[in-house]
């Protein structure tokens, strides 16, 4: 084959193998094998064959595409993204030449372009996130590119039920990618400041629920659900009936008047104060209020009506309650038994230990009952 690797550059070509037919022996030499001329052009012809097969695949790409284009402005989005696809593998064929597949890998960027257009209108953002980042690892600051994807990604982190921080880093990352190559891009500048805000506020709420759960754990004031969009209470008037007038009267002011250097300070009061009671004075003057707050704590006194302290009724069995005196004729009749009972232990002879302990108790309950003496009535 050394004329063929002349002719192609010093590069040895395939050898082709194929199967003929038993009769064709046309061309061959006298020991049956072809002559060089024949291989050459049985090459060329093959060459020309490929040429042609990538040639139209090019061709069913480049209809595909435009086919999808209209498909696009029909917002037929879906139908233009089975075109891009379809163009897409047709480029795949188009063989092993450097040429070729640089073509080919061109023409790719573009139909991945497109259909991560189509895909962004059909709102299949994982999916555009895969197109995009195709082309990205062709040309890393392609715009477009950067724009869709983070585009998606910012869509991905806002539409989840949780918002999502690592898809909305992700966005934020390719928008600032973006606009280090294309500074004046409005639509990147909106994007970015739109995913930052997000960002806040979502960052903002997750300290708030944080402070909420620490809150309910060391006792804060718990949110029940719905409470948010309940109207808010009526608050309860100033003046109203009393629920537990049953509680102990600890002191009152019944018909009250007071008058200081000819002036009548206060008029005509009446007011109870009752035990578990919280009340507060309002309205009036200064002067006014004191007056009343000294009545109350027995530092004045009315000039008309009066105020009444009304103690409380002891509890049986508590302290500061009177005791029924003891009848000193049983003090007596006790005190006599225990001392007949020290003498007889004394008339015992020698005092064994039982003996002893008996006097002790003997003793010890004299005393008491000298003690019982004072309070006995006689």
């Not at 002349?6 to 061309?27: H, N, S, Y």
């Not at 999916?127 to 998606?152: E, F, H, I």
């Not at 309860?236 to 509680?247: G, Q, T, V």
């Not at 020698?350 to 003496?373: E, H, N």
């Amino acid at each position: 084959f050394s004329p063929g690797a002349q002719q192609f550059g010093g590069v040895q070509p395939m050898a082709i193998i194929e199967e003929l037919d038993d009769g064709d022996d046309q061309g061959e030499g006298e020991d049956g094998v072809p002559d060089d001329a024949e291989r050459r052009a049985r090459i060329e012809a093959l060459e020309q064959e490929e040429r042609e097969r990538v040639a139209k695949q090019f061709q069913k790409g480049e209809e595909l595409r435009l086919v999808g284009n209209k498909q696009m402005a029909g917002k037929d989005y879906k139908g233009a993204l089975r075109s891009y696809k379809q163009a897409i593998e047709e480029l795949t064929l188009v063989g092993n030449e450097s040429e070729n597949r640089a073509r080919s890998e061109k023409e790719t960027m573009t139909l991945n372009l497109n259909a991560a257009l189509a895909q962004l209108k059909l709102q299949m953002y994982a999916d555009v996130k895969v197109s995009a980042s195709s082309v990205l690892l062709t040309d890393p600051q392609n715009v477009k590119a950067l724009y869709r994807r983070g585009v998606a990604a910012a869509e991905l982190a806002r539409s989840a039920a949780l918002f999502q921080e690592a898809e909305a880093s992700a966005a934020i990352a390719d928008f600032e990618a973006l606009l280090a190559v294309d500074v004046e891009n409005i639509d990147a500048k909106r994007e970015l400041r739109r995913i930052r805000t997000e960002m806040r506020t979502h960052e903002q709420d997750l300290v708030q629920r944080q402070k909420e759960t620490w809150g309910h754990v060391f006792g804060g004031r718990t949110i029940i659900e719905g409470e948010a969009d309940a109207p808010p209470d009526v608050p309860l008037p100033a003046i109203r009936p009393c629920k537990n007038s049953e509680k102990h009267l600890i002191a009152s002011l019944e018909g009250a008047s007071v008058v200081a250097a000819g002036k009548t300070v206060v008029a005509d009061v009446s007011l109870e104060l009752r035990e578990g009671w919280c009340v507060g004075l309002c309205g009036g003057t200064v002067t006014a209020r004191e007056t009343i707050a000294g009545l109350l704590a027995s530092k004045a006194s009315p000039s008309t009506g009066s105020f009444l302290v009304h103690p409380k009724p002891a509890k049986p069995g508590r302290k500061n309650v009177e005791a029924k005196p003891i009848d000193r004729s049983i003090l007596c009749g006790v005190g006599v038994l225990f001392f007949a009972m020290l003498i007889a232990t004394e008339l015992a002879g020698p005092a064994p230990l039982q003996v002893w302990i008996m006097r002790i108790l003997v003793v010890l309950v004299m005393l008491m009952l000298r003690f019982l003496w004072s309070f006995g009535k006689p």
